[in-house]
């Protein structure tokens, strides 16, 4: 599981979109990406833990997470895009640690970090067992791994209207959002195509987690997973 050979296509299309990248996920994810990152991180990261905000971005999971906690917390962006971490900006009162690469091959030693952050990203690893594997690798005893993400309902018929609405919808919303480039959004159906579903994905993080936290909203169209090491 996983992009494989697609991931190539799908990086091309987020270097493109980074000017827009904000604005229209805020759009498509209906205004619930705030509120769904506070969801999945509060509680799960600490004040003083050391974090990895892995498939970065800008930043904006650990962001939300060094807001919860008065800014007491380390953090490392990682995310393959160079220019998508030089354009965190003024975003943190001090700039985090930048680092490019990806989940396959994560360049940080066993038990370094106390949390794990994969906010809308960690659908688009090359092989997601892999990925998950080096998360796990990186996290301290007792380390958490939180997730937000888009859900893939395990209901036939409920897949069915996040499918219409990620291939239809979707669409109209990038565009009245971000313009022309709002329209190359349409590549987030294609990592959709090949997410697990919330069960097998669920299964997936238990073969190296002993535990998982597992909530969703919108049907089971967006997740907010917690998983300890």
């Known amino acids: ?11 091309d299309v987020l270097r ?14 209906l ?19 050391k974090i990895l905000d892995a498939g970065s971005g800008f930043g904006n999971m650990s962001k939300t997470a060094s807001n919860l906690c008065k800014e007491d917390i ?3 962006l990682y995310d393959p895009l160079v220019p998508m971490l030089k354009n965190t900006g003024t975003f943190f009162e001090k700039t985090p640690d930048l680092v490019s690469g990806v989940f396959e091959h994560i360049p940080f030693r066993e038990k370094e970090f106390d949390a794990v952050l994969c906010g809308y990203s960690l659908r688009d690893a090359i092989n997601l067992r892999i990925a998950i594997s080096e998360i796990h690798r990186v996290l301290k005893k007792d380390g958490r791994f939180v997730i937000v993400d888009l859900g ?36 987030l159906y294609g990592t959709y195509k090949r997410w697990p579903q919330n069960k097998k994905l669920e299964e997936l993080i238990l073969e190296k987690f002993s535990r998982v936290e597992f ?6 169209g967006a997740i907010m997973v917690a998983a300890y090491k």
């Open 215 to 220: 909530e969703k909203d919108l049907m089971g």
């Open 74 to 76: 380390s953090i490392t």
């Open 1 to 11: 599981m996983g992009l494989g050979s697609y991931w190539g296509e799908v990086i």
């Open 152 to 187: 893939k309902p395990d209901k036939a018929f409920i897949r069915l209207g996040v499918s219409f609405y990620l291939r239809a919808i979707l669409p109209i919303l990038a565009l009245i959002a971000g313009g022309k480039l709002g329209l190359k959004f349409a590549t």
């Open 16 to 29: 493109q979109i980074i000017p827009v990248y904000d604005k229209v996920n805020s759009y498509i994810s």
């Open 31 to 49: 205004g619930k990406d705030v509120e769904h990152r506070i969801r999945g991180i509060e509680g799960r990261v600490l004040p003083g833990n």
